[in-house]
Structures are given as C-alpha cells and as structure tokens.
C-alpha cells in the first residue's frame, strides 16, 4: 500500500502544476491570449464533467465516446476518474462498456478510488451481458491491493464456469495477476487451471496455457489428459494463442517422447530375413531383437508435428518461429529442412523480425547446413539493410560455405570489403579469415587477398587484416616469413592498437625467422613505449623478453631499457608485467628454479586459434526465445529436458468416457449393420431394433470427438500407411458399435415406464423409422463445428456432476400445457405451427431440451415436403431437426409412397431436441415446404432449461451451503395472500420452472431443487415465507446469469393474486 500512496502521490504531484496553470486563465479574464489554448483545455474538461454528471444517456455516452478518444490518443484523462466512476453503474449498456474501458485503463493507477466501486464490480459480474461481466473482472484483477485477494479468488473461480468462453478467457488472464500479487493462491489457482484446461473453447486454451506456464510450468500432469485436444485445437486458436501453445508442447514433448534423431545417427539395421536352415533360435532370437531396435515415432509425437506443420504458412511471424523451433527440437533431422523456406519468407519483413529470424537461422546453420544451401542468395546483403542484418547475413554466409560455393562466396564478400560501412567491412574480412580456416583449398587465395587490404587507405581495414592475418600465419608460419616482413615494414603507419600488438606478436613468436628485422623493431618501439596503449606496451615487453632470450648480444641493454620504463609505468599491470618478466629472464641471486624454463615458457608452441563462429555458444538455449537473442539466461526462462531414454506410459494421455455420456445410452450409439436374421418375425424385437439404431445415431456424434483422440493414438504415423490406421479405426467402430447395442438393451429394461411410451407414442406418430429421422440429425450434427464443443463441456463441469452424488433426477411435477406460436398461419402462407416443452427426457441425447411441434395446414391445397431448411444457431448450440413430412391426413398419420404432401386441414406433432447450452438465447431456423421457405424462432424459458432433482432435506442444506457468496442470488417479494398457502406456492413455482420438491420439515420454509440440462450444475430455490405477507426467494447455483434471470421470472409468479 505505501508504494501505491507514493506512486498515486508523484502522479497528483505532477498534476497539481498543469491543473494550476490551466485554472489560471478561467480565475483571471484579463490573461493574455496566449493562455487560450490551455482555457479552452480547462473548459472542454469542465464540460465533459457536466456532461458526466447529466441526467441524460446520450450526454453521458458522447461524454465518455470523447473521453476514451483521449486515452486513445495518449492523453492523460486521470483527473477525470472520480466523474467516469460513477457512470459505472448505469443501466445503459453501452455508456457501461465505455466506462469499463476507462476503468481498465486507469483502475491500477487510481487504486483508492476503485475499492469505493468494489460492490459495483461484484455485481456486475453477475450481469447477462458477457463484455460486462469480463470488464468488470478485468477491473478487478487490475486493482493491485492484497485486502481483495479473496474477491478475486472467487470471482475467477465464478468466471471459469462462465457460459461465455470470452469470460472464461479473461478469467484465465486474470490468474495471472492473482498470482503475482499473492503466490500463497497457487495451489487454488491451479485448480482453476485444470478446470480451464479442460475446456473445448478455442478463445480459452492460448489464455490457459498461458496462466499455466507462468503459475506452474512443471505440473506436466496437468497437460496429459489435454495433449490431444490441444493437438487438435491448435489450427483454430488465436495467434499468439498459438505461439504459447506451441512453446508449452514442445517441452511438454521433449519429457515424454524418445529421441527421434537416434533413427538417423544408428547405424543400418538388420533387415529381417527367413531363418536359415542351420541357423540357432538363439541366433535368429538376437536377429529378432535388432529388428525390433528400429525407431517408431509414437502416434502423439506425429499428432504433434503434423497438426503444427499447416502453421509454416501463418501470417505471423512469431507463429512460423514457433513451429520452426518445435520441428528443430522435435522433429527427426530429415523432416526439420521443411522449415527452412517459411523462414526465409519472413525475411521480407521488417528489420526487426529479420534481426530474430536471422540469429535463429545462424545457429541452425552451424549444425545443419544443408537447410539452407539452396537459399543462398536469399542471405545475399543488400545495400539498404542496417548493419546488425548485414552483419548476421554474413555470419550466415560464412556457415553455408563450402568448396561448391566458396568461389561465390569470396566474390561477394571483395565487394562487401569495399562497403562505406566499416563495421561491416571488417567483419567481412573476419569472414573471409573463418573461410580460410576451415576450407583448406583456399587458404592460400584468402591469405594473398588479405595481405593485398594491407595496402587499404582505411585504418580499420587494414588493422582488422592484420589481426585475421596473425590467426592464419600461426596455423603455417614456416611457410609465410615474408608476410611477416611486409607486416613489419607497416608498422609505422598503422595506428590502430588491436593492430600494431598483433604485429609486434608476430614478430616476438616468429623472431628467429626474422633475425634482423626483429631488433630493430623493438629500437623503433622502445621510443614510443610512453606514448603506446596498454595493449602496444604489453606485447612490447613480450618482444623484449624473447629477443634477450634468443639474441641477447643485440637486445640485452635495449630490453633492460625497456624493463625499466615499465617499472615505472601508470598502469600497474605494465609495472606487474615487468617484475615478473626481469625476475624470470634475468638470473640474479633471488631467481627460482623457474628462471631456468624461460625460454621454453616464452617460446612454447602455441596452437592455432580456432576461428568459431559466435553463435555456436547459442545452441543450448531454445531457439525463439529472448535468452537465445541474449544469449544469456533470462529470467523465467525454462530449459528444454534431455530426451528420455524410455519414453512414460502413453495411457496417461488416455481421455475416459465422461460420465453423463454413460447415463443415457439407451439413447445413444450406431450400429452399422443389423442381423435381421434371427428377429424378422417379431413385432418386439424389431422395436427393440428400432429404439437401438436410433439411440445409435446419438451415440456417435456425442462421442466422436473421443473416437477421433483414440483413432490418433491408435494410428501409427510414423510408418505413412493410411490404411492401416483406417482398418483400426474400422474395428474399433465396430467393437464400440457393439457394446452399444449390448448396453442400449440393458438400459432399455431398467428404464422408466413413461419414457418407453413416449418413445413408441412418437414413434408411431411419426411413422417412420426412427433410425433414418436420428441419422439426418447426426448428420447434421457432424457438419456442426461446435459440436465436440458442447459435448465435451461435461468434461469441465466434472466437478460439479461429481459433488451432486446424492441427488437423483426425477420425473417432472408438472406437464406445461402453455403452447407458443412458432409460424402464424398468415406468414406461412397457410401453414401454421405451434411448440411447446414437453419437459420429458429428450430420444435426441441427455444434454437437449424436448421441443413438441405442432404443424397444421389450413389450407385446402396439399403442402409438400414440410422439412428443416438453414440453421442459424450460436456458437455451441445444436439441433435434432424432424424427417420431411411426407403424407397425413387429418390427426392420424397414413404412409403413402406416392405421395408427399400434408393433407388439407392435416396436422401433425413431431419432436425435436435442442440443446440450448443453459442459456436462453433464441434458435433460430428455417421452417420449409417445396415452395417456401420461413424463419422462425424458439427460445426457451429458463425454467425449461432445468431437470427436476431428488434429495433430502439434509443434502440440500450442504449444497446450499457449498453455494454461497457469489453464487446466491437472493429478493424479498410482497406476497398475494391467496398465493400463501404451500400447495400455491408449490403449484406456481413447479408450473414457471421444471423443479423438484424436497421435502421440508418447516411450513413456512419451502425448497425445490433441480440441475441445468446441458451442464448437470445444481439450481436450489428456496422460498421462506415471513411475516406482513412478505417471501424471501433464495436462488442458489454455480450459474448465475441462469439464478438472475430464474429469480427475475419466479417474483411475478408469486406475488401476483
């Protein structure tokens, strides 16, 4: 709190000056006018906080549309906060958006003022529309103050069970921030992190993964059971989503995959050949097991690469780099090339993401070289680039080369010498001496052109050739001693220190093949010793010593000269330099026993140094990141593992069967081929048949999405035989098909006698196979992309399915006799339809709400092929549509082949199943004949949304109490005096909703309970009735935009006489 103070303090400090100096011209009229500018500020800001502080919306939104124009622009619009706060609670939504983008903004550098509007956040986390409930807890996750951790704890928690994945993704953002203001929340932040790893939504996953890696990047636990549905989803995520993703996958991968590289450095396997004939089974046995040596990628590790590989075309950059560093790590080294031309697409970039581009092509090519040869040119400099991309294209250059290109190669870089750049021009020539070095067959040919630059008139040229020149002699001095004369003849006119050290080296290691030269340079040095840099004095020194060593007659006095001006010299490594020189080459009572290994100290052979590129260092780190552009461990930075030797069981990336999935397969489940062998005489049977195939239907499309997870594990890629994987897939259909039929039988018998008569009612009302109706509909289904969405959502609500173990469902209290007009006879040219919710389990899956329709011609033509035409449904939402009405005739259904049409005066009920995702939002359709075509809607009431549950009265209170805080939405009620007694209130609330009664050991207390169609979360009313002819309703449940609207609908129904 006191950093905030002082920060909030420095801020009101700056401000006071402008505030003062702008309410200068409004206190003294008679200002100059070169004060009007900051007047016009001062009233355009007193203008905005009236209009703030009006009564009138629109005064208010054109207030704050300028207001965020300001921020938008970089303006300060601080002083403003305390106006715009208040506005937050307005009933306009589009004034509330606008002051929840203010607030994210400015509510971390106006903390105080923010905890005043803390309820008004609480609140509003609660309202139907999903950009408020997001802002506000945006807002709150950026007020940075400790009282409030457990607000946000359990609003993130509230958050993560949104209906809205927009919500749930900033709940994900949102933890983050949690954890950096309290780490203590780690362990309950990381529930919320499994939860959310679990869902299907594309908008959430990058933002998840994204918490995950920052609150707990070694729970690899966490990720086994999502690594394929990530797999999967990876297409479909946004980008930077995507990068996240695919950093977490790729050291997730290196911890449970072998090494795919070994396929390419073992040696050549055994192929498996007959058993010869006087061969051992102890030798064949060894055969067997080299055979049986040879790699197999593991189908998840090939899930991986494959489902990343269509990324290399992403539009940005930082995705391409994120795959090219996932394939270099993971992929084996023959696949790994196929990176290469996405990464020198980027180089049409800016030079920004060239600079990253181009350091992570360095490295690579230090390693593999062959991955980028045939783009050689691409890496050619051109003349407008800056010289940090000069630079790394030429490193690069200098790694590709070879005897093929080098000719090439040099041609380009004798221009590059020439460049006005000299930066540039001497890492050229650093280029050419690593050349040399490690191409043999032209170090003679880039030596000759080095001592040619000598000639240069550019100082730094010719230094940096000196010292490229000095690394290649010491690799062949016996055959160079006249380059080491012409280097000592430029002595005197190079002024560069690097330079003149690197000669004077030269001449002390070579001395004795230049006996002459040699002491002379060391007269003309000693000289100018004084006025020499501390680098010139110490090789200086170093020649003195050698040349008293080898040529004393000559040298002795001129070296003691020397000794004694280093004696006395500034620098006290020149004068340390000196003492441990004179003491070591000059014999006199004090010397050791080392004095006698002088010469073969100063004059060993030393190897030649190693001309290596920078980058080579780099290759521990993981390509794409800023520790690897440092090359220097940054902070956060998480380092790759080294491959397992055996790889972790790949049963624990296994998905089971949800639950709820197992609750209703009588309705679910497709068979393939029926035998009618042995039933085609039997009415029973074939019914039996009948409810099978079309419970079948369900079955697959509610668990194609997991048969798609088995079909990738079970498949293997590495071999490339697609038909193999197909003829698995085939079996395990098969397998899966029958224990379908086995266990639709089971559950056929143990279930409820009303919906076994529903189910043949319908059936014989329709008249159809019921099988042919659920495979339109599972057809449909397929094409749906939100399909695996909403039908794996059980998956993330897994906890509260597995908290409500003591509630059972139950048949409904009361059968809704209300219809509502779906098609006007007069806007469907005749044709009339009318819905209604039958609240009976739904034939189409456990997760869909029971839609009765009613069709009725009222014409007296025919009306043909009556069938569902386009669906325009949100996002999650699904539809089992009905079969083309064929022939009726009156309320009697009669099947006639040659005919399709509806009767005149004819009228038929059909059923249709809509999972409508817990939430009221309208499904809309198109409802067609041959002819026609109309739009029409459905939209539920929330009641319908809800199946009725049994419990105690005991289990009830511990629910409730598990549902408190934000998750209790609660109104006291005036109470008609006729709507007092229990089986009124009773009658009137089971009526609005679909709930079921628990019994009640208090009169005055009553309590119903029921769970949410698609998702299984508990929904408790409480209705307490108090004294002066008043209620208190209490609405208790995980779902709260479900308890707002459901109170909002139960007030009038019980306070109305």
Same mark, same amino acid.
């Given at each position: 709190m006191a950093g905030n103070g002082l920060s909030y303090s420095e801020q009101g400090g700056e401000a006071a000056p402008e505030l003062a100096q702008e309410a200068a011209p409004t206190t003294a009229p008679s200002a100059p006018a070169a004060f009007g500018l900051f007047s016009s500020d001062t009233k355009k800001n007193e203008d905005l906080k009236q209009m703030l502080e009006s009564s009138k919306d629109s005064a208010k939104l054109d207030a704050m549309k300028r207001i965020v124009g300001m921020i938008a622009k970089g303006k300060n619009a601080s002083e403003l906060f305390p106006a715009v706060v208040k506005n937050v609670a307005s009933k306009n939504i589009e004034i509330k958006k606008l002051v929840y983008v203010y607030l994210m903004r400015y509510a971390e550098e106006q903390q105080d003022l923010a905890l005043l509007s803390i309820s008004t956040f609480q609140r509003a986390l609660k309202d139907p529309n999903q950009l408020i409930r997001a802002s506000a807890l945006r807002v709150l996750s950026s007020i940075r103050v400790p009282i409030i951790v457990p607000i946000m704890m359990l609003a993130i928690k509230e958050a993560s069970s949104d209906l809205s994945p927009y919500v749930r993704k900033n709940a994900a953002h949102a933890i983050q921030k949690l954890y950096s203001l309290d780490p203590e929340q780690k362990e309950m932040l990381i529930e919320v992190i499994e939860k959310l790893l679990k869902d299907r939504s594309t908008l959430v996953a990058g933002s998840v993964v994204m918490a995950f890696e920052e609150v707990c990047p070694d729970r690899i636990d966490l990720i086994h059971k999502n690594y394929r549905k990530l797999c999967t989803l990876l297409v479909d995520v946004e980008e930077w989503g995507q990068v996240v993703i695919i950093h977490m996958l790729t050291r997730y991968a290196r911890t449970q995959f072998v090494s795919p590289w070994k396929k390419d450095d073992d040696d050549v396997v055994e192929e498996y050949n007959e058993n010869n004939f006087y061969e051992s089974d102890e030798e064949q046995k060894e055969k067997d097991w080299k055979v049986k040596k040879t790699y197999v990628m593991d189908p998840d590790h090939r899930l991986l690469l494959r489902n990343t590989k269509p990324l290399l075309q992403s539009r940005n950059a930082a995705v391409v780099m994120a795959v090219a560093q996932l394939y270099w790590h993971l992929a084996p080294k023959s696949e790994a090339g196929i990176v290469s031309k996405s990464l020198v697409r980027l180089l049409r970039s800016n030079r920004e993401v060239q600079y990253i581009v181009l350091q992570n092509i360095a490295t690579m090519s230090i390693q593999r070289k062959g991955m980028f040869e045939p783009y050689l040119k691409s890496f050619y400099v051109r003349s407008t680039d800056p010289t940090m991309i000069k630079t790394l294209k030429l490193e690069i250059l200098t790694n590709l080369a070879n005897e093929a290109n080098i000719s090439t190669l040099l041609r380009e870089f004798q221009t590059y010498v020439k460049s006005?750049?000299?930066?540039?021009?001497?890492?050229?020539?650093?280029?050419?001496?690593?050349?040399?070095?490690?191409?043999?067959?032209?170090?003679?040919?880039?030596?000759?052109?080095?001592?040619?630059?000598?000639?240069?008139?550019?100082?730094?040229?010719?230094?940096?050739?000196?010292?490229?020149?000095?690394?290649?002699?010491?690799?062949?001095?016996?055959?160079?001693?006249?380059?080491?004369?012409?280097?000592?003849?430029?002595?005197?006119?190079?002024?560069?220190?690097?330079?003149?050290?690197?000669?004077?080296?030269?001449?002390?290691?070579?001395?004795?093949?230049?006996?002459?030269?040699?002491?002379?340079?060391?007269?003309?040095?000693?000289?100018?010793?004084?006025?020499?840099?501390?680098?010139?004095?110490?090789?200086?020194?170093?020649?003195?010593?050698?040349?008293?060593?080898?040529?004393?007659?000559?040298?002795?006095?001129?070296?003691?000269?020397?000794?004694?001006?280093?004696?006395?010299?500034?620098?006290?490594?020149?004068?340390?330099?000196?003492?441990?020189?004179?003491?070591?080459?000059?014999?006199?009572?004090?010397?050791?026993?080392?004095?006698?290994?002088?010469?073969?100290?100063?004059?060993?052979?030393?190897?030649?140094?190693?001309?290596?590129?920078?980058?080579?260092?780099?290759?521990?780190?993981?390509?794409?990141?800023?520790?690897?552009?440092?090359?220097?461990?940054?902070?956060?930075?998480?380092?790759?593992?080294?491959?397992?030797?055996?790889?972790?069981?790949?049963?624990?990336?296994?998905?089971?069967?949800?639950?709820?999935?197992?609750?209703?397969?009588?309705?679910?489940?497709?068979?393939?081929?029926?035998?009618?062998?042995?039933?085609?005489?039997?009415?029973?049977?074939?019914?039996?048949?009948?409810?099978?195939?079309?419970?079948?239907?369900?079955?697959?499309?509610?668990?194609?999405?997991?048969?798609?997870?088995?079909?990738?594990? $079970?498949?293997?890629? %590495? #071999?490339? /035989?697609? &038909?193999? !994987?197909?003829?698995? +897939? @085939? *079996?395990? =259909?098969?397998?899966?098909?029958?224990?379908?039929?086995?266990?639709?039988?089971?559950?056929?018998?143990?279930?409820?006698?009303?919906?076994?008569?529903?189910?043949?009612?319908?059936?014989?009302?329709?008249?159809?196979?019921?099988?042919?109706?659920?495979?339109?509909?599972? $057809?449909?289904?397929? %094409? #749906?992309? /939100?399909? &695996?969405? !909403?039908?794996?959502? +059980? @998956? *993330?609500? =897994?906890?509260?399915?597995?908290?409500?173990?003591?509630?059972?469902?139950?048949?409904?209290?009361?059968?809704?006799?209300?219809?509502?007009?779906?098609?006007?006879?007069?806007?469907?040219?005749?044709?009339?339809?009318?819905?209604?919710?039958?609240?009976?389990?739904?034939?189409?899956?456990?997760?869909?709400?029971?839609?009765?329709?009613?069709?009725?011609?009222?014409? @007296?033509?025919?009306?043909?092929?009556?069938?569902?035409?386009?669906?325009?449904?949100?996002?999650?939402?699904?539809?089992?549509?009905?079969?083309?009405?064929?022939?009726?005739?009156?309320?009697?259904?009669?099947?006639?082949?040659?005919?399709?049409?509806?009767?005149?005066?004819?009228?038929?009920?059909?059923s249709m199943g809509i999972d409508f995702c817990d939430s009221t939002q309208t499904a809309s359709f198109q409802l067609c004949t041959r002819d026609d075509h109309f739009n029409v809607n459905i939209q539920p009431p929330v009641g319908e949304l809800l199946l009725p549950v049994t419990m105690s009265e005991k289990d009830f209170k511990k629910e409730q109490g598990m549902l408190t805080g934000m998750n209790e939405t609660s109104a006291t009620i005036a109470v008609a005096p006729q709507n007092s007694t229990s089986l009124v209130i009773i009658e009137r609330v089971v009526k609005a909703a679909n709930l079921g009664v628990v019994p009640s050991g208090q009169d005055n207390i009553h309590r119903f309970a029921a769970k949410t169609v698609h998702s299984g979360s508990l929904v408790l009313v409480t209705v307490e009735l108090k004294e002066s002819s008043t209620a208190q309703l209490i609405i208790n449940t995980e779902k709260t935009v479900i308890g707002s609207v459901l109170l909002r609908e139960l007030k009038p129904v019980l306070s109305q006489g």
């Open positions: 006005q750049d000299k930066q540039f021009a001497a890492a050229t020539i650093q280029a050419i001496g690593r050349c040399a070095t490690n191409i043999t067959e032209v170090t003679d040919t880039c030596l000759s052109g080095l001592v040619c630059l000598l000639s240069n008139r550019d100082e730094i040229v010719v230094a940096e050739s000196v010292v490229v020149i000095k690394k290649l002699l010491q690799t062949q001095p016996s055959y160079h001693g006249e380059i080491i004369k012409h280097m000592a003849k430029l002595l005197d006119n190079i002024t560069v220190p690097v330079a003149r050290a690197s000669i004077l080296w030269l001449i002390g290691e070579y001395c004795e093949r230049v006996p002459k030269i040699a002491p002379d340079v060391l007269r003309k040095t000693a000289k100018s010793f004084t006025n020499e840099d501390d680098l010139v004095k110490l090789q200086i020194l170093n020649l003195g010593a050698k040349l008293y060593l080898t040529n004393s007659k000559q040298t002795k006095l001129l070296t003691q000269y020397v000794l004694n001006l280093g004696k006395y010299d500034q620098s006290y490594d020149i004068r340390d330099r000196t003492r441990f020189i004179r003491q070591l080459i000059v014999p006199n009572e004090k010397s050791g026993a080392l004095s006698k290994y002088a010469k073969k100290i100063f004059l060993a052979q030393k190897p030649a140094p190693l001309l290596e590129s920078p980058f080579k260092a780099r290759d521990h780190f993981q390509l794409g990141t800023l520790s690897h552009t440092l090359n220097s461990r940054a902070a956060g930075y998480l380092e790759l593992s080294d491959w397992p030797e055996v790889a972790p069981d790949p049963a624990l990336r296994n998905v089971d069967a949800p639950e709820a999935a197992k609750e209703w397969t009588v309705f679910l489940g497709k068979t393939k081929k029926e035998k009618p062998t042995e039933k085609f005489y039997s009415e029973s049977e074939e019914e039996e048949d009948e409810s099978a195939s079309t419970s079948a239907t369900e079955s697959e499309s509610g668990s194609e999405s997991e048969k798609e997870d088995k079909e990738e594990g $079970s498949s293997d890629e %590495s #071999s490339g /035989s697609s &038909s193999s !994987s197909e003829e698995s +897939s @085939d *079996s395990e =259909s098969e397998s899966k098909e029958s224990t379908v039929k086995k266990t639709s039988r089971t559950a056929e018998k143990s279930d409820s006698e009303d919906i076994k008569k529903k189910a043949k009612r319908i059936t014989k009302k329709r008249n159809t196979s019921s099988s042919s109706d659920s495979e339109s509909s599972s $057809s449909e289904e397929s %094409s #749906s992309d /939100s399909k &695996s969405e !909403s039908d794996l959502r +059980s @998956d *993330s609500e =897994s906890g509260k399915s597995g908290r409500a173990t003591s509630s059972k469902v139950t048949t409904q209290v009361f059968v809704p006799t209300k219809t509502h007009e779906l098609l006007h006879r007069m806007s469907g040219k005749g044709l009339a339809a009318h819905y209604h919710f039958s609240r009976q389990p739904c034939i189409f899956g456990d997760c869909t709400v029971s839609v009765q329709v009613t069709l009725t011609n009222t014409t @007296d033509q025919k009306i043909k092929n009556i069938h569902i035409g386009e669906k325009k449904l949100p996002p999650g939402m699904r539809m089992h549509g009905f079969n083309p009405i064929e022939f009726f005739v009156g309320h009697c259904s009669i099947w006639r082949r040659n005919k399709k049409s509806l009767e005149p005066e004819g009228s038929i009920t059909v």
